[in-house]
């Protein structure tokens, strides 16, 4: 059981705004939201790559969406059931990187825009992370990220691992990193493509979206960071700083077998690149910070020392993984990201209470 005077802060908390929402109703291709000749009444969410295979039984294909998921008074009505005094909402997956170079410019700035005002009615409650639109050429894209730094609630910006088309160790990234860095925007790292489905076997379909959620996201992350890290990103730019969604994948977990693998490494030390390098575990404790959506206290604890407890921020991950129970009050999932931070710090308030919430208000500025 944790005391907590501090503000309880969710950093890991989706929307699909009005804007957004059109979107996806106007598309018939993933991602997109309509409704099926078996269920006629319920609209499915369909975003992740393969999802909408027609060998797919109906109830893994996609996910029910309600208003929960694009009605700001019920993101607010959540916050106010689970405790949860400030969120810090960012677009949900597959963001921008679906449109065209010469569509992706203009709703981002719609969309941010969407969500900046959507803010604004919960002041004190809401600030955001934009969304940046990558198949544009990065002058737009810094273009984007200068504004998003005048918008009132804007905290940093949501990424997924696909960078430009071809991950986040890409060189042509470099003048967004710049801009980044300079308006002092954290990126929250978030995935969405997950694996190669080979890797999920033939019998994929029985197991509905475990693999892929419980595994793909969590691996890909790993490896979009580990990337970034072998390219000499944190090199170029010591000042960069990156949220990792979901407790940085297994990258706690793994950061040691990273580490050897680099230093015995023949290629990388006959390219000089062994030597005079920022280790994984300087990124970690510097650059990195890590969200506390891990759903045990097994996890968190890698997370707490990978990292330590001041970079750990408390998330929900909501609308994503409600209840199965049409009757549940509260949510099984946050429940379970409480219980890990009680188990794993409640022995420590303060640290407790840092990863609830005073944390993100401290890195975030979210002084009211
Ligand atoms: O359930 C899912 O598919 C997801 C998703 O797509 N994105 C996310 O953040 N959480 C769960």
């Known amino acids: 059981c944790i005391i907590t005077m501090a503000p309880i802060v969710d950093i890991h908390t989706h929307v699909y705004p009005p804007k957004y929402m059109d979107l996806l109703r106007s598309r018939t291709e993933v991602p997109y939201v309509r409704t ?121 910006v949501i990424l997924g691992t696909s960078g430009l088309g071809s991950g986040l160790d890409d060189t042509r990234l470099d003048p967004v990193y710049a801009a980044l860095q300079k308006h002092n925007q954290l990126i929250f790292l978030h995935p969405h493509y997950g694996l190669p489905s080979s890797v999920y076997g033939p019998r994929a379909s029985e197991y509905g979206h475990v693999l892929p959620l419980a595994l793909g996201f969590p691996l890909e992350t790993t490896i979009a960071v580990t990337r970034m890290l072998l390219s000499g990103v944190w090199d170029r730019f010591s000042g960069l700083n990156v949220l990792l969604a979901h407790s940085g994948g297994t990258l706690p977990f793994l950061a040691g077998r990273i580490e050897s693998c680099i230093l015995h490494d023949g290629h990388l030390k006959a390219h000089g690149k062994t030597q005079n390098r920022r280790d994984v575990w300087d990124i970690l404790k510097t650059n990195i910070y890590l969200d506390a959506v891990i759903y045990s206290e097994v996890g968190l604890n890698a997370a707490v020392e990978a990292s330590g407890a001041d970079r750990l921020l408390f998330g929900t991950d909501h609308p994503f993984f409600p209840p199965l129970e049409e009757d549940a009050k509260e949510w099984h999932s946050v429940n379970a990201n409480y219980g890990a931070i009680s188990k794993s710090l409640g022995g420590n308030n303060d640290k407790a209470q840092g990863v609830l919430g005073d944390n993100a208000v401290r890195i975030l500025r979210l002084e009211d």
């Open 36 to 156: 099926f000749p078996d269920a006629p009444d319920s609209s499915r969410l369909i975003i992740l790559p393969g999802e909408d295979d027609p060998s797919t039984p109906s109830t893994s294909r996609g996910r029910p969406i309600g208003p929960e998921y694009f009605d700001i008074a019920k993101k607010i009505a959540f916050m106010d059931q689970h405790r949860i005094d400030k969120s810090v909402i960012s677009l949900a997956n597959p963001w921008l990187d679906f449109l065209s170079a010469e569509e992706a410019g203009q709703k981002a700035v719609e969309i941010n825009d969407d969500v900046n005002e959507q803010c604004g009615l919960y002041p004190g409650r809401l600030y955001f992370f934009g969304t940046l639109p990558l198949s544009s050429d990065t002058d737009i894209i810094v273009k984007e990220i200068e504004r998003l730094s005048t918008l009132k609630y804007a905290r940093g």
